[in-house]
Structure formats: structure tokens, C-alpha cells
């Protein structure tokens, strides 16, 4: 069984390659990078204003809409979902994130 961004991102790529009339997704295809990355930094505002008013039920609707438009982009781009799973196993792994300091910025 598929998990739920897997659905979505197969549903994103079937409009892409057999576009719906009417369909939103299409809409955003057909309207070009620009508006798909007008859409990603509203609904990232969204997603920040919902947390900021500890509004649960909105927050996780506003997580969802970015990740759709997120999803629209990585299509438009052409980046598999599998490239993302990869770089966040990886990421998974690792033990103490923060970067480290160049020598510049600690003789500062």
C-alpha cells in the first residue's frame, strides 16, 4: 500500500502528463515556476501564522496545502520523490547537526 505523499506525488505527475481540465494542478503547470513558487512561500506563511496562533486544525491543513504546492514544484522540476527520501534517510542518521563554525567566525 502507498503512503499518502506517494499518492500525492503520483497524482501530481498524472495531471502533469494527462492534464484535467478544470484541474488546479494543471492550472499551476500551466501558469509556470513563478506562480508555483508564489503559492510554496504563501502557504509558508500560512503554515507560520497557524503555529504562531496555536490553531492545530488550521496548522495541519496549512502543512498539508504547502506540501501539495511542494510537491506541484518537485514535479515541475523534475525531482523523483525518491531523491527526497534518500537525502532524509541520510539526514536521519546523523548525530548532531549543527554546523560548524569556520575558523573566521570563531575569531570574531
Do not use: W
Amino acid at each position: 500500500m502507498k503512503n499518502a505523499f506517494q499518492l500525492l506525488y503520483d497524482t501530481v505527475i498524472d495531471r502533469k502528463e494527462n492534464p484535467m481540465e478544470g484541474s488546479y494542478t494543471n492550472y499551476l503547470f500551466d501558469e509556470g515556476v513563478n506562480k508555483i513558487l508564489k503559492k510554496c512561500g504563501e502557504e509558508c506563511s500560512e503554515v507560520l501564522i497557524a503555529a504562531k496562533d496555536q490553531d492545530q486544525g488550521d496548522l495541519k491543513n496549512e502543512i498539508c496545502d504547502l506540501l501539495y504546492h511542494l510537491t506541484v514544484l518537485m514535479v515541475q522540476e523534475g525531482i523523483a520523490l525518491e531523491e527526497i527520501e534518500e537525502i532524509l534517510k541520510e539526514r536521519s542518521n546523523k548525530i548532531g547537526n549543527k554546523k560548524k563554525m569556520h575558523e573566521t567566525d570563531r575569531n570574531s
